[in-house]
């Protein structure tokens, strides 16, 4: 699985039972997958040593919090070159709109996820933020109607 450290079932049994619920202590999780609590802590610990686990993050429901349209935006810059990409990444990466800025290989340099109130406030962030970053040339955008979030290889 990764090149940097040999993984067993207990490890992959590990990380399935992280992705559904990373609040779990490791006692819960110990004893979910039969290991004592100290075990599957030094378990748990060298996959985050090996950069296998890359931290536990919290999945917050956009709609929830108001933002009810999501956007894909592919983004080919009208001028290339190594200052230009860091410059776009760290404009883009600076606008709170923006929750992820990918690097792609394709038609578009960019592919950048847009989270906004209503289409409204997209269109805001589009012309007043999108637009006037460095380099910005051809934009397409894709609107998310739904979402269906899978756990990956592991799951």
Known sequence: ????????????????????????SAGALGRMIGLSQPAC????????????????????????????????????LATKGRVSLEDFE???????????VQ???GL???????????IADFERVLRRRIMTLPGVGQVEANVLLSEERRPGPLG
Do not use: C, N
């Open 108 to 118: 578009f340099d960019y592919r950048l996820r847009v989270t906004a109130r209503d």
């Open 103 to 105: 690097h792609v290989l």
């Open 41 to 76: 802590w030094r378990r748990i610990r060298r996959l985050e040593e090996a950069g296998v686990l890359k931290g536990r993050r919290l999945v917050l429901d956009p709609a929830q919090l108001g933002f009810g349209v999501t956007v894909f935006l592919g983004i080919k």
């Open 1 to 24: 699985m990764s090149a940097g450290i040999e993984m067993d079932d207990t490890d992959r049994a590990i990380l399935r039972a992280l992705v559904r619920d990373a609040t779990q």
């Open 90 to 100: 760290r404009a883009a990466t600076a606008i709170p709109e923006v929750q992820v």
